[in-house]
C-alpha cells in the first residue's frame, strides 16, 4: 500500500497519484489524459448504491472509500477499504453493470472518474490498463475473503486494530476523522462494541479518541494488537504493487488513435 500525501487542493491533483495509472506506460497514460475527470468526494457521500447502473470507473488520488454491503434491515458491513491503489467501480468493467454492495467515502477523497463507455474501449483494445484492473481484482477479491474469515474467527478489538491500520495506510497522517457510528457500520457491528474497542486501546495508550476522531498514538503496538490478516493482507498489497511496476515494464507501445470500430455490415456474416 502506497504512502499517502499530505492533503491538497483540488487543482493539485495528478492522474498518476492513482498506482494504477502511475504504472501506465506515458503513451497509454497520455491518451487517457482528455478521458479523465477529477472529482472531489466528501465523506458519506455514496459514490454508487447497490443495484445502480455504474456509469464510470474512479482511479482513487487521496482518501478512502469502503465498499460495504447493506442488508434489507438497513444492517451493513464493509468489505475492503480502498485508497489510491486501486479504483471504484470494478462493475463497469466486469460486465454486470452494477452490485449487490455499495460504495460510501470514508475519508474526504479525490478520484480521476473515466466513462463506461470508454473504459470498454480500453478492453477491446486489450492494452495495460484492462491487465492492471484485472490484476487489481483478483488482489481485491483476496482481499475481501479473508476479511470474511477475519470478521468470523477474530475478536472485535482485534479487526478494528486491522481496520485503523488499513485506514492509517492510505491517509497522510495519524489522525482518522470518522465517527464511531461509521466505524461501527464497517465493520458490521453494533456501535456499543466499537466504543467498548476503542475505550480498551485508548486505556493501553495506543489512541486517542474525542467526537468524530481517532488519533493513533502508538502504531507498533497497534499492529501487535492485530491480528494477522492485517499483515498478511499488506504483503498481498505489497506483490499487487510489484504488479503493477512489473506491468510497466512488460507493456509495449500501442498505437495512440481511439478508433472504436463497431462491426461492419458486410462483416457481420454470423
Ligand atoms: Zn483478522
Known amino acids: 500500500v502506497p504512502g499517502a500525501r499530505a492533503h491538497v487542493g483540488f ?5 498518476s497519484w492513482n498506482r494504477l495509472l502511475g504504472a501506465l506506460p506515458v503513451a497509454e497514460y497520455e491518451r487517457l489524459l482528455p478521458d479523465l475527470e477529477l472529482v472531489s468526494l466528501r465523506p458519506g457521500r455514496r459514490i454508487y448504491d447497490a443495484g445502480e447502473r455504474q456509469r464510470y470507473l474512479y482511479f482513487l488520488t487521496q482518501g478512502i472509500v469502503c465498499r460495504q454491503s447493506v442488508l434489507d434491515d438497513g444492517a451493513s458491513a464493509g468489505a475492503a477499504v480502498t485508497g ?19 460504495a460510501v467515502v470514508l475519508s474526504h477523497a479525490y478520484a ?17 490498463l484492462p491487465q492492471l484492473l484485472l490484476r487489481y481484482t483478483e488482489a481485491l477479491f483476496s482481499q475481501v475473503a ?20 488499513s485506514c492509517l495506510d492510505r491517509l497522510p497522517s495519524s489522525l482518522l476523522v470518522m465517527t464511531q457510528e461509521r466505524v461501527a457500520d464497517v465493520l458490521g457491528v453494533r456501535r456499543e462494541g466499537v466504543t467498548e474497542a476503542v475505550g480498551t486501546l ?3 495508550g495506543l489512541l486517542h479518541s474525542s467526537r468524530g476522531q481517532i488519533a493513533v498514538l502508538d502504531r507498533f503496538r497497534l499492529e501487535t494488537h492485530a491480528c ?3 499483515p498478511v493482507g499488506k504483503r498481498e498489497y505489497d506483490h499487487l504493487l510489484a504488479d503493477y511496476r512489473h506491468a510497466e515494464v512488460a507493456s509495449t507501445p500501442r498505437p495512440v488513435a481511439r478508433v472504436h470500430t463497431l462491426p461492419q455490415p458486410n462483416a457481420a456474416r454470423v
Open 11 to 15: 487543482e493539485s491533483h495528478i492522474p
Open 84 to 102: 489510491s491503489e486501486g479504483v471504484i467501480g470494478l462493475a463497469a468493467f466486469l460486465g454486470g453493470g452494477s452490485t449487490t454492495s455499495e
Open 112 to 128: 480521476y472518474r473515466l466513462r463506461t463507455d470508454l473504459l470498454k474501449e480500453e478492453f477491446e483494445l486489450n492494452g495495460p
Open 146 to 165: 479473508q476479511i470474511v474469515a477475519c470478521n468470523r474467527h477474530h475478536s472485535l478489538e482485534q479487526r478494528l486494530c486491522r481496520l485503523l491500520l
Open 202 to 204: 485508548r486505556m493501553a
Open 228 to 230: 494477522d490478516c492485517y
